[in-house]
Nanobody, 120 residues
């Protein structure tokens, strides 16, 4: 069984920083592309950033230059460094990973989410 667990959310003032983590645990063969998504109340879940196993990254225009996605493959963990946070960044943040659990099985897994609130 595979689990993704996010941590690092919280309340921060505008202009502040937070670092989110997403750790994968359980039995699996390998983790491919990982990503961060967010969902504010009353809106659809949207892509924030993705990173491949080799480290190629992709960002939503709204976070380019402010957020940095990274991963430590040895620790099966992904990070999101968020700087210059704005009230519009307030949302529940979810991690997602494509994980191979056997020779024939690659599935997407989601974490339970961590809340980020940017407010003075």
């Amino acid at each position: 069984q595979v689990q993704l667990v996010e941590s690092g959310g919280g309340l921060v003032q505008p202009g502040g920083s937070l670092k989110l983590s997403c750790a994968a645990s359980g039995t699996f063969v390998s983790i491919y592309t990982m990503g961060w998504y967010r969902q504010a109340p009353g809106t659809q879940r949207e892509l924030v950033a993705t990173i491949t196993f080799g480290g190629t990254t992709n960002y939503a225009d709204s976070v380019k230059g402010r957020f940095t996605i990274s991963r430590d493959n040895a620790k099966n963990t992904m990070y999101l460094q968020m700087n210059s946070l704005e009230p519009e960044d307030t949302a529940a943040y979810y991690c997602k990973a494509a994980i191979r659990t056997s020779l024939y099985a690659v599935n997407d897994y989601w974490g339970q989410g961590t809340q980020v609130t940017v407010s003075s």
